[in-house]
């Protein structure tokens, strides 16, 4: 076992096990931070419900050990690409892929996303569960109290000298997670075994789809709130 995890297959196939998990939390984190979209009350609910679900609170270690595990593995295997054929991607691609940009370029766009990460959880994350903020000052919607997640979110994006900033920055980081997912999720299904013709070319179609979703999605937010907000 210990030879399978230290070699390159199995980085490769622990690589996707856990890009395929943040995948799924992608679309669980997409979904909850559309409800900003619906106004304050929306979001606050959700973001109530995603603070104190009990199922929830447990996944969210694991997905922080899993996204630790998948850029570590980027990283050797990136590392061990260069040193072996000195600029090429941490991937395994065909020859129909070999001149895709996501693909010879998916450490770049993770080190964006991983930049963009920290920005997020240094923003959100942090002050809910750690310093807290005036902005989270509880709110009362439909008899119940609960923090105001939304005031925290719509703030960042709308605040006079810093919104327009923090807006471009998070639509770059939204596209760069697009482009990531071009690539990584039909590469993912590949390790793990659907690599024959037919499955690559629906994944990679169902890729692009998903890519476009998550990217466009994540990307129309701080554009929302910017302007309607």
């Not at 850029?71 to 001149?99: F, M, P």
């Amino acid at each position: 076992m210990s030879g399978f995890v230290s070699s390159s297959i199995g980085k490769k196939f622990f690589m996707s096990i856990t890009g395929l998990f943040l995948v799924m939390f992608l679309l669980v984190h997409l979904t909850a931070n559309l409800a900003l979209l619906l106004g304050p009350d929306a979001f606050n609910v959700v973001s109530h419900f995603m603070g104190t679900n009990p199922i929830i609170q447990i996944v969210q270690p694991l997905l922080a050990i899993g996204f630790a595990v998948h850029i570590i593995y980027a990283s050797i295997l990136t590392l061990q690409n260069q040193k072996a054929r000195g600029s090429e991607n941490y991937s395994t691609v065909t020859n129909s892929h070999q001149s895709s940009w996501a693909s010879k370029n998916m450490y770049i766009l993770g080190t964006v996303i991983f930049s963009f990460l920290v920005l997020h959880l240094i923003n959100f994350f942090w002050k809910i569960k750690v310093t807290g903020s005036p902005l989270l000052n509880e709110v009362n919607v439909d008899g119940e109290m609960m923090e105001n997640a939304y005031a925290l979110v719509a703030g960042l994006f709308t605040d006079a000298s810093l919104g327009l900033a923090y807006s471009i920055i998070y639509v770059i980081g939204a596209i760069a997670l697009g482009f990531h997912l071009t690539h990584g999720f039909w590469s993912a299904f590949q390790t793990i075994g659907f690599s024959n013709d037919a499955w690559r070319k629906r994944l990679s179609v169902i890729g692009y789809l998903f890519a476009f979703l998550v990217g466009g999605g994540f990307a129309i937010i701080p554009i929302f709130l910017m302007l309607f907000a």
